[in-house]
């Protein structure tokens, strides 16, 4: 099983240098291939901090990315992304709100959307 940095798949997603990013997708499209939670929250926050791009695309070049890996904890993952797309939360946020939804775990925060957010529904 072969795991992704952030800077693999953002070359993977973005292809801005041409050598890197078919490198990337030789790894992703030919071997098995894992990815973690903390390694797309670095991702989202690249994408959206540094390369100014929005919620909504973000979460959508990451879902179709996700159909081609194996995901750790991938229910939680999407819903979290799912949630970065339709809330005003920082991606963290969005992944405890969907450890809460999706595992039943307990969350404590002094965050006043994310405690609104998770007495919702």
């Known amino acids: 099983m072969v795991m992704l940095d952030t800077n693999m798949i953002l070359r993977y997603l973005l292809n801005d240098n041409e050598e890197m990013a078919s490198e990337a997708e030789r790894v992703i499209k030919k071997e098995a291939v894992q990815v973690s939670i903390e390694i797309i929250a670095e991702v989202v926050y690249v994408l959206k901090g540094v390369y100014s791009v929005g919620r909504e695309e973000i979460v959508k070049s990451l879902l179709d990315f996700l159909e081609e890996v194996e995901a750790v904890e991938p229910e939680v ?41 998770l007495r919702k529904e």
């Open 77 to 117: 993952l999407r819903l979290g992304l799912r949630t970065f797309a339709e809330h005003n939360l920082d991606f963290p946020d969005c992944i405890l709100y969907a450890y809460n939804r999706v595992k039943g775990y307990e969350i404590k925060t002094f965050d006043k959307q994310l405690n609104k957010l």
